[in-house]
C-alpha cells in the first residue's frame, strides 16, 4: 500500500532565553538559539 498523500507537523524551536548579566557589570552571554522542530510525516491517503 504505497502512501499518496502525506501530512506533516513539528514545530520551530524556540528562541533560547538571553544570559544572565555578569558579575561586576560584565555581559552575560546570549542564550542559545532552541533547536529546530523535526517535520514528521504521517500518511493521510494510501492505496492497494
Do not use: R
Not at 7 to 18: A, I, L, T
Not at 22 to 41: L, P
Amino acid at each position: 500500500m504505497p502512501c499518496l498523500l502525506f501530512g506533516e507537523w513539528g514545530d520551530e524551536g524556540y528562541e533560547g532565553d538571553e544570559g544572565d548579566e555578569g558579575d561586576e557589570g560584565d555581559e552575560g552571554d546570549k542564550g542559545d538559539k532552541g533547536d529546530k522542530g523535526e517535520n514528521n510525516y504521517y500518511c493521510l491517503l494510501t492505496h492497494d
